[in-house]
């Protein structure tokens, strides 16, 4: 994306800001000419031979044409251009000859004059043919580059017109037109330009229950994922009105024109923000769209859009080559150009002003939550239409869109989030929150305004810093605030953090400034779960019961009404972020500038017009990819690794040599966003929070950028200033990412204090955004050891699988856990209120809600709170089960849009991703206050001192994110792998990961040692029981088995005596003739056939076999894992390896491989396998002796068989 154009434009873009200096730059976003500092001629993408210069004239004078200057005025540098490359070119000629004339030793002849005069004359008139507006609008047809505007005729009027010659009035009579630009073609151009067909084709649908496109939302999946022979093009359609002329003059109303775009939906939100990519349709002047109507403006438009959804559009690009489908998705605006091309009324104080719903004005102004029977429908609209009265309804007329295939206007759902927040919510709520705080003496309106004047925005606000606040907006809080859309926001995100300290805890009218900060992070987020759609809903309705209960003198306004309808607008469409106005309206701002400059508004349609499309040629000609100006690096410098003082691990990462060279940048542009040295990113969001690290170098190598970080400490989210304490690690965690890695692409400014400690302002995604529901039916049998609120809960499917008869078996059930929520809160005095006012007024308010939670979350942690490794950690399946008694209990709290009807209290987490909900914020914050007030958190009583964590959560963060990157030097390797295995064995056993993203978590984890080291640590007192034991079990199951089994030479097929056996031969036999004598069953309780249990433990391969391989090659379901496996002969291999998800992992001897294989079970938190899993179980418990249940009968009589020749022997002891 170009550097000028974030996804939050402000009042002025960059490129055009000084006026007259930068009036030869592009305008509409259209990219600039290759120079000597960034792209080189290459990037014109043009072959050789189209490189002549009738070509750079071409795309020299669309250039001038696409800047902000008038025609004239390019018609004057051309003829000025011309004459200078005459004289030019003159006196090269003159120079030329005389060099000639003294290497020839005399004049040349008349011929070589003659040729070298018409060289020189054939490029002295560059621009021959094209000196005129007019020929250079033709040649550029010609190129196939530009397509110029239509004017559609609206009808005749006549117009007062002064004759000169005759000084007289005279009456005249004018046409009334409109500029239109070819849907079809100008979509077929765009389509064509390199690339685009590639990303528009990308899209695809999230994962089960993530929002992060209009894919992944109901009305797509309803209207459009039928079976469809060509590819579905969405489309958006904006209508809004501005202003060209000085909107203070005598001038105001007269020229302002009514603008329609097109936008491609399925492009990437990076790619949509961009000007040149947003397409215009149409241009009307305000008053003839009032005389003639709007839909005498939208009829060219909806038929060409009728047209290309029936019979398809044909692209030809390097892409793709075949017909797509247009299709328009929704109409976006402001909201009374939405109610205006829809048909609704165009008045937000009509008694049914919501084209969402038909609630009256009245009780709009008090409702807190959607109600489902007030929505409007086709068939209420069609009602509607009959009943024919605006007053009833808020239906004026039927939009002539509703012709359109697979469109209806009831089903155009995009609200206006850019002017319901940013200019209606936000600066509503926050001048009358300051009013109240100024008014109760926490500070004074010279305190805020010196504060937003100091206060360091960073690069990224910069340009969006607010103005200082007036007297005059307090006290008319609800008019126009002095500030732009980017400036408002600017200053609602930054405001916590200026002011906070400030501010009582108790504060009400703080409290409700806060809340509408989680809502608009929330609905700002690219990426959302549904589960945080319920959770907004709730948060929507605390807002509201809140702003009413603190304004009691002030009603819900309309842009607040439009709230409720936010979270089932979510689930419909997708994040909202995708629909937003706000680029629509910077372009607008580049039209406006146009005008002011050419100053010609004789038909000032016709010139915006045909600018913008000039504009848009000049982009055609330059056949640039769309996604050639992703990123954009400056101030570079070509520097050693070496020079950069980085460890080896950070330069193995780069695939550099300290003493290569790379590149390295001062700043970075992604997406628009500026990135410097020293900026803080987020990399990453984990349960308890977002890790945050500080850029130290922008590095390039083999095209391709690489930021190197430091990790960040969190020390703690402070909700009341919206911002996180952080402070560097102890000792420095170094990492490298690439810019696509990072969790949120927006760059992060610090607080201008010098403390060690410092603040970072949240405007990232809420931790809402990233959880997701499951909806599991209500079963809730879940594992037994599943104690985060980050676990999957798994379902038992009771079908048995007779494809896979070696697919391990479901995890054990748990015991189902009823909660009674009434009889909880019975047993406090507060709890027994809240209770009383739930039933009373059919809702719960804010502060019974708090009551609610904090007396079930602590009857939760006191009864099931205590897990094996961290305190305050209740299985997912427990919180879920809290969540429905309280729906239980209180019927009219359950959510009906909800799945499971409790989603706002608990929603449990999946794929790596947090739990959202009531009763999970309340936990983390027991969690924090925990860390906080006692140092650390408490351990549960029957946690062994072994198993404390020896660093924090936060800690461990970084120590997993630092050993993802490196691998040396080995000791750190192996002591923050020690420092984190209690922190890894939680989320192993914790999540729904499974063993390949295990290892992708911890790839540390497959080198040689660390399984164990990780078993040692958690089970220090276990570790070497197979070595200390197996020299004396060995024999005595050798015999055992002899007896037990006179098929084991058979099925080993082993031909050998027993006496003939040395220690260490009859040590592996022992291990071979487990399986014998402890053979394990499947699902369906059928014992497993002899030589399927013995391979299932240990394979037998020849010394030749490719173990890598075989490993590679090998089907899960058929050959579970882990298992161990030998080359060479079965009592005596030449090698022995442990495979585990297709992973090989050496040993010397088949005991340390079994040893190593064991542990794998136990520190991955793997099930053991059916075919085997007696074995297992007998190393579980009779060798390691560790807690175990469910032991098989086999394994008790060969345990009790070991017992008693102990006990022999030990008796034969003592009487020798």
């Known amino acids: 994306m170009p550097r000028n154009e974030s996804h939050e434009p402000s009042d002025s873009l960059n490129e055009v800001n000084n006026g007259s200096t930068n009036s030869c730059i592009p305008e509409f976003g259209a990219p600039s000419l290759p120079n000597e500092e960034g792209n080189t001629e290459e990037d014109l993408d043009c072959d050789e031979d189209e490189k002549d210069i009738s070509y750079l004239v071409a795309v020299f004078i669309a250039r001038l044409k696409a800047s902000s200057i008038s025609s004239a005025l390019v018609e004057n540098i051309l003829r000025d251009v011309e004459e200078l490359t005459s004289c030019i070119l003159h006196t090269v000629k003159k120079e030329v000859v005389e060099i000639i004339s003294t290497s020839m030793g005399g004049f040349p002849s008349d011929e070589v004059t003659s040729q070298f005069e018409k060289a020189f004359e054939d490029q002295s008139c560059p621009f021959a043919g094209m000196h005129s507006h007019h020929l250079q609008k033709v040649h550029f047809q010609q190129m196939g580059a530009l397509i110029l505007p239509e004017e559609k005729l609206l009808g005749y009027q006549f117009q007062s017109k002064f004759e000169k010659k005759s000084g007289t009035q005279l009456q005249v009579q004018e046409a009334e037109t409109f500029q239109y630009i070819p849907l079809a073609k100008s979509l077929k151009k765009f389509l064509e330009i390199p690339g685009v067909m590639q990303v528009v084709l990308g899209s695809k649908q999230s994962e089960d229950n993530i929002l992060s496109s209009y894919y992944d939302g109901d009305y797509y999946k309803e209207k459009f994922t039928n079976e469809r022979e060509n590819p579905v093009i969405p489309l958006l359609l904006y209508h809004d009105d501005f202003e060209t002329a000085n909107p203070l003059g005598s001038k105001r109303g007269k020229h302002k024109v009514s603008s329609f775009y097109i936008s491609v939906l399925s492009l990437p939100l990076k ?18 769209v009032t005389k003639y109507s709007i839909d005498e403006i939208l009829k060219p438009i909806k038929e060409e859009l009728i047209d290309l959804s029936r019979n398809g559009l044909n692209i030809v690009s390097r892409d793709f080559n075949g017909k797509v489908q247009p299709q328009l998705f929704q109409v976006i605006g402001d909201n009374l150009g939405m109610n205006s091309i829809l048909g609704y009324v165009q008045s ?88 109240r705080l100024i008014d109760r003496g926490f500070i004074t309106l010279e305190e805020v305004n010196s504060q937003i004047r100091s206060f360091n925005y960073g690069f990224v606000d910069q340009k969006n810093k607010p103005c200082p606040i007036r007297v005059s907006v307090l006290a008319n809080p609800g008019g126009a605030s002095g500030q732009s859309a980017s400036q408002m926001l600017c200053l609602a995100f930054n405001f916590p953090l200026m002011l906070g300290d400030k501010i009582g805890r108790d504060c009400g009218e703080w409290e409700l400034f806060l809340l509408l900060l989680d809502i608009l992070k929330i609905i700002m987020s690219q990426t959302i779960s549904i589960s945080a759609t319920f959770v907004l809903k709730a948060l929507i309705r605390d807002h509201h019961e809140l702003f009413l209960s603190t304004f009691p003198d002030r ?58 499309q000039l504009a848009q040629c000049y982009g055609s000609l330059l056949k640039q990819s769309i996604d050639q100006r992703d990123v954009e690096l400056t101030q570079e410098e070509v520097v050693h690794l070496s020079d950069l003082n980085l460890n080896r691990a950070i330069a193995n990462k780069l695939s550099c040599k300290e003493n290569e060279e790379v590149i390295t940048a001062g700043v970075m542009y992604l997406n628009g966003y500026e990135f410097r040295q020293g900026t803080h990113v987020i990399t990453k969001w984990t349960e308890e929070g977002p890790i945050f690290a500080q850029i130290k170098y922008i590095c390039a190598k083999d095209s391709k950028v690489y930021l190197i970080i430091e990790y960040l400490k969190v020390v703690h989210y402070e909700r009341h200033l919206h911002a996180y304490h952080i402070k560097p690690h102890e000792e420095v965690l170094e990492g490298v990412v ?4 990072l969790f949120d692409y927006r760059p992060f400014q610090k607080d201008n204090t010098d403390s060690p400690i410092s603040m970072l302002s949240e405007r990232s995604q809420h931790p809402y955004v990233t959880n997701q529901c499951i909806s599991n039916d209500n079963c809730w049998d879940i594992a037994s050891d599943s104690h985060s609120s980050g676990s999957s809960d798994v379902c038992i499917d009771s079908a048995s699988s007779s494809e896979a008869p070696f697919r391990p078996p479901p995890l054990k059930r748990q015991k189902r856990v009823y909660f009674l929520a009434k009889d909880i809160l019975s047993q406090n005095a507060s709890g027994r209120r809240a209770a009383a006012n739930i039933e009373k007024q059919m809702f719960c308010s804010k502060k019974d809600r708090h009551i609610v939670v904090d007396l079930l979350t602590n009857y939760m942690v006191q009864e099931h709170g205590e897990s094996l490794y961290f305190s305050f950690r209740p299985s997912s399946f427990i919180k879920g089960a809290l969540a429905e008694s309280v729906i239980n209990a209180f019927p009219c709290l359950k959510d009906p849009d909800a799945p499971l009807g409790y989603e706002a209290w608990y929603c449990k987490g999946s794929s790596g991703r947090p739990a959202t909900g009531y009763i999970e914020e309340h936990l983390r914050y027991i969690r924090k206050r925990a860390i906080l007030v006692g140092g650390k958190q408490p351990k549960a009583d029957n946690m062994k001192k072994e198993y404390a964590p020896e660093v924090s959560e936060e800690e461990a963060v970084m120590m997993v994110e630092w050993l993802k990157s490196n691998c040396s030097p080995q000791d750190k390797v192996e002591v923050y792998m020690k420092k984190t295995a209690a922190y890894r064995r939680n989320v192993i056993v914790t999540s729904s990961m499974n063993v390949g993203k295990i290892f992708l978590e911890y790839p540390r984890l497959l080198d040689r040692g660390q399984i164990e080291q990780d078993f040692s640590t958690l089970y220090p007192l276990k570790s070497g029981h197979l070595s200390a034991k197996w020299n004396s079990y060995a024999p005595l199951i050798v015999n055992y088995c002899d007896q037990y089994s006179d098929q084991w030479k058979e099925v080993l097929q082993i031909d050998i005596s027993l006496d003939a056996l040395n220690q260490y031969e009859k040590e592996n036999l022992a291990f071979a003739m487990l399986p014998l004598v402890l053979r394990g069953g499947t699902k369906m309780k059928k014992k497993t056939l002899l030589p399927e249990a013995v ?66 079970f136990h520190v991955l938190h793997i099930e053991y396998q059916p075919a085997c899993y007696s074995v297992w179980k007998f190393f579980e418990s009779v060798v390691y002796e560790m807690p175990s249940g469910n032991i098989p009968n086999c394994v008790r009589e060969i345990r009790a068989y070991l017992s008693s020749r102990a006990a022999i022997e030990n008796d034969h002891g003592k009487t020798a």
């Not at 000007?275 to 008053?287: E, F, G, Q, R």
């Not at 706000?582 to 004789?602: I, L, P």
């Not at 690439?738 to 890695?741: D, F, G, V, Y």
């Open 348 to 435: 937000f104080s009509a008694n049914y002003y919501c084209r969402f719903c038909k609630g009256h004005r009245s009780y709009l102004q008090k409702q807190l939550t959607e109600e489902i029977q007030l929505l409007r429908t086709k068939q209420s609209y069609i009602d509607d239409l009959g009943v024919n009265d605006a007053s009833k309804t808020g239906l004026r007329y039927q939009s002539i869109l509703n012709e359109i295939d697979n469109y209806h206007v009831v089903d155009n759902m995009t609200p206006d989030i850019m002017h319901d927040f940013a200019e209606g919510i936000v600066p509503l709520e926050l001048h009358l929150v300051l009013d």
């Open 271 to 288: 790619y949509q923000a961009r000007l040149d990519n947003i397409l215009l349709v149409a241009l009307a002047k305000s008053c003839l």
């Open 1095 to 1160: 391979k299932s433990f240990i394979d037998i391969k020849p010394e030749v076999t490719d173990v890598t391989h075989y490993a590679k090659h090998l089907n899960e379901k058929v050959v579970p894992q882990p298992f161990i496996l030998c080359r060479g002969c079965r009592i005596n291999p030449s090698q022995t390896y442990v495979i585990i998800e297709r992973n090989v992992l050496s040993y010397q001897t088949l005991h340390e491989a079994i040893d190593a294989c064991f542990k794998c």
């Open 555 to 612: 009603l819900l306004t309309p842009k607040q009404h439009f709230l409720i309808h936010y979270p089932r607008l979510i689930r419909t469409l997708g994040p909202l972020c995708q629909y937003s106005t706000m680029r629509f309206e910077g372009k607008h701002k580049v039209f406006k500038r146009v005008a002011h400059v050419c100053n010609n508004f004789q038909n000032i349609c016709k010139t915006l017009a045909q600018k913008h």
């Open 738 to 741: 690439i810019p696509a890695e």
